[in-house]
């Protein structure tokens, strides 16, 4: 079984700021793990994934996330806010290759000028 | 990435109706297409996985016969809201997934508002 624990239900950053989402994952299976980024009323988007490959993950947007087994962490970055990254992220974990999810609370992120 | 289509976008039934959700793969062959089900401010639950020809497996406490998936061809999964009531309303969201490609991704929809009044 997999769960996800996300940090913080709401994060507030200045434009220019770094941004940090914390997540933290449970898992009986060596993990995958995921952060998607969902705006008002749309679907979600993959910002990156770890796949058991390096640990260290860039994705799209100058996103990128660390995986830390031994802290069970899988927490997102990026050196400098835009407005543009307001929105909801979702950290979510599968047990392998099954493609089946289970997401974390999300964490609503406001970008201030 | 792949493209994932879902339609309608947003949709309002009269309580007691059926309404019908579309989730189709527009450039890849989806063996296995999942239906999320998110409400406000919270996080999105897996609902049931349903695999090109055979029956959807649903997850605990979600009604198989309320929330009806048919996933006849390898781009097209349905879900059909039976008898939809105010509570039903939420937002449904499906995602896609060829094992085959290895990348071990997901694509989502861009997702369903339903509201039933």
């Known amino acids: 079984a997999q769960s996800v624990t996300q940090l913080g239900s709401h994060v507030s950053v200045s434009e220019g700021a770094l941004v940090l989402l914390r997540c933290n994952y449970s898992s009986s299976v060596p993990p995958y793990l995921f952060w998607y980024v969902q705006y008002p009323n749309q679907g979600l988007q993959l910002l990156l994934k770890y796949t058991s490959a390096a640990t260290l993950v860039k994705g799209i947007n100058g996103f990128e996330a660390e995986f830390k087994k031994s802290e069970t962490s899988f927490h997102l970055t990026k050196p400098s806010a835009h407005m543009s990254d307001a929105a909801e992220y979702f950290c979510?974990?599968?047990?392998?290759?099954?493609?089946?999810?289970?997401f974390g609370k999300g964490t609503l992120l406001t970008v201030n000028p | 990435g792949a493209v994932v289509s879902q339609h309608p976008s947003r949709v309002i039934c009269k309580s007691g109706t059926s309404v019908k959700i579309e989730c189709r793969s527009l450039?890849?062959?989806?063996?296995?297409m999942f239906w999320y089900r998110q409400f406000p401010k919270q996080s999105l639950m897996l609902m049931a996985t349903?695999?090109?020809?055979?029956?959807?497996?649903?997850e605990q406490g979600v009604e198989k016969d309320k929330f009806l998936i048919n996933h006849a061809s390898l781009t097209l999964s349905t879900l059909t809201v039976t008898s939809a009531h105010p509570e039903d309303s939420s937002f449904y969201i499906c995602s896609a997934a060829h094992p085959g490609n290895k990348n071990f991704v997901a694509f989502f929809g861009q997702g369903t508002r339903l509201t039933v009044v």
């Open positions: 349903s695999n090109e020809g055979s029956k959807a497996t649903y």
């Open positions: 450039d890849f062959q989806a063996t296995t």
């Open positions: 979510a974990v599968s047990g392998g290759s099954n493609y089946k999810l289970t």
